[in-house]
């Protein structure tokens, strides 16, 4: 069982470059999210999906857009990278608000913006 | 906007003692999760709680829920090296559309055990 998966692991880009993480899950869950992690600090919520075909955002969009390609899927994209973008991003995914089995999260991209 | 905040953030103590870890929130929520975190790695599940009054323990730790109280503890008995990592604590909440739910994290508790 993968679970969620990232790719890629680790990313150098220069400034102003785009890149797309992508994300993917194998346990038919319906939500999808993105977070970002900071040195220091918790986890920060960048876009959700609640189920196929919807997107939200979460706590600190700006800078990034999503695609909910299919169940499976769910991409980050950053369509003109800046240094404040460093980061540790995590895709994680849930069965959906009423199930409470919780959340399983990937693995993470290390992302360095230069 | 839901705040949660974490106490203390650093922790350091020595083998064989026993401590707490505070987990505040400011918005209603029945459902809270305890996550650890070695360095560079992803998020491990600790324990999920679900209700008020929820207790859960797994060998060292023991994670409570005071739902009324807006309070969460992990609790460390007789810390041992290897329990040293950074935890995080994560309020469940749904979001402002309600089509689904997300967690909103602490900034999680860095702990060093000594031997």
């Known amino acids: 069982n993968a679970g969620v998966t990232q790719t890629p692991k680790f990313q150098v880009l220069k400034t102003g470059q785009s890149m797309t993480l992508q994300c993917a899950q194998d346990m038919n869950h319906n939500s999808m999210y993105w977070y970002r992690q900071d040195p220091g600090m918790g986890l920060r919520l960048i876009y959700y999906s609640a189920s196929e075909g919807t997107t939200d955002k979460g706590e600190v969009p700006n800078g990034y857009n999503v695609s909910r390609l299919n169940k499976r899927e769910f991409s980050l994209r950053l369509e003109s990278a800046a240094p404040s973008q460093t980061s540790v991003y995590f895709c994680a995914s849930s069965e959906g608000p009423s199930s409470e089995d919780g959340y399983t999260f990937g693995s993470g991209t290390r992302l360095t913006v230069v | 906007e839901l705040k949660v905040e974490q106490n203390p953030l650093f922790l350091s103590m020595q083998e064989g003692k026993n401590y707490t870890i505070y987990c505040n929130y400011s918005?209603?929520?029945?459902?809270l999760y305890w996550y650890r975190q070695d360095p560079g790695k992803s998020l491990e599940s600790l324990f999920v709680?679900?209700?008020?009054?929820a207790v859960k323990q797994e060998g060292r730790l023991m994670a409570s829920l005071d739902t009324k109280a807006r309070l969460s503890t992990l609790h460390i008995t007789a810390a041992v090296h290897d329990l040293s990592a950074t935890y995080f604590c994560a309020v469940d909440i749904f979001s402002s559309s309600g089509s689904a739910r997300q967690l909103t994290f602490g900034s999680g508790t860095q702990l060093t055990v000594l031997p």
């Open positions: 709680l679900l209700s008020n009054g």
């Open positions: 918005t209603t929520s029945d459902r």
